[in-house]
T-cell receptor
Framework: SQTIHQWPATLVQPVGSPLSLECTVE??????LYWYRQAAGRGLQLLFY??????ISSEVPQNLSASRPQDRQFILSSKKLLLSDSGFYLC???????????FGPGTRLTVL | AQSVTQLDSQVPVFEEAPVELRCNYS??????LFWYVQYPNQGLQLLLK??????LVKGINGFEAEFNKSQTSFHLRKPSVHISDTAEYFC???????????FGEGTQLTVNP
């Protein structure tokens, strides 16, 4: 069966520090991968999605970037965090034809 | 899908009462529809999905939803809720030829004793 992992589960970082969040998927090949952010009390905002290694599409211009160095690994990064980067970050995967997405457990990021 | 609208941001109900969470979508093409549930500080879990066939879809935890093409709706229902159903619920849609889900803003269901 397929599983999706995210780490760390929680993170507290100072403003201006770098960020690296990791997401890995097991049990499937060539998934579509997605990064979402959920601000407090808000819905989901799609940040990035990827249909293959090295292929990243950005949905919203911002302080973040994403990379996909391996088929089942998706990384969210920032060189300098802002207060507004605080939120709950969710990684998700879907099959190559899209459709339903399966979500990881999320990372709670607090920028102070 | 072009947009998904969840008509109620918060729905408070008493335990064992029925509940309906409303969802409408807008799209010029055919869509697949989903309901997800999110418990505090957790990821989203798929409750049910409509891909084709019967318009009444049954999911986990006793939830069901009905696809109404003429009204472009996909309302979620449960005949008797439990305290443990307290969570955020998201409706989502994707074009049958697409890959990116469009989510509604979510409905917070709070079940009170």
């Amino acid at each position: 069966s397929q599983t999706i992992h995210q780490w760390p589960a929680t993170l507290v970082q100072p403003v201006g520090s770098p960020l690296s969040l990791e997401c890995t998927v097991e049990g499937t090949s060539n998934p579509n991968l997605y990064w979402y952010r959920q601000a407090a009390g808000r819905g989901l905002q799609l940040l990035f999605y990827s249909v293959g290694i090295g292929q990243i599409s950005s949905e919203v211009p911002q302080n973040l970037s994403a990379s996909r160095p391996q088929d089942r690994q998706f990384i969210l990064s920032s060189k300098k965090l802002l207060l507004s980067d605080s939120g709950f970050y969710l990684c998700a995967w879907s099959g190559v034809r899209g459709g339903e997405q399966f979500f990881g457990p999320g990372t709670r990021l607090t920028v102070l | 899908a072009q947009s998904v609208t969840q008509l109620d941001s918060q729905v408070p109900v008493f335990e064992e009462a029925p509940v309906e969470l409303r969802c409408n979508y807008s799209s010029s093409v055919s869509v697949y529809l989903f309901w997800y549930v999110q418990y505090p500080n957790q990821g989203l879990q798929l409750l049910l999905k409509y891909l084709s066939g019967s318009t009444l879809v049954k999911g986990i935890n006793g939830f069901e939803a009905e696809f109404n093409k003429s009204q472009t709706s996909f309302h979620l229902r449960k005949p008797s809720v439990h305290i443990s159903d307290t969570a955020e619920y998201f409706c989502a849609a994707v074009e049958t030829s697409g890959s990116r889900l469009t989510f509604g803003e979510g409905t917070q269901l709070t079940v009170n004793p």
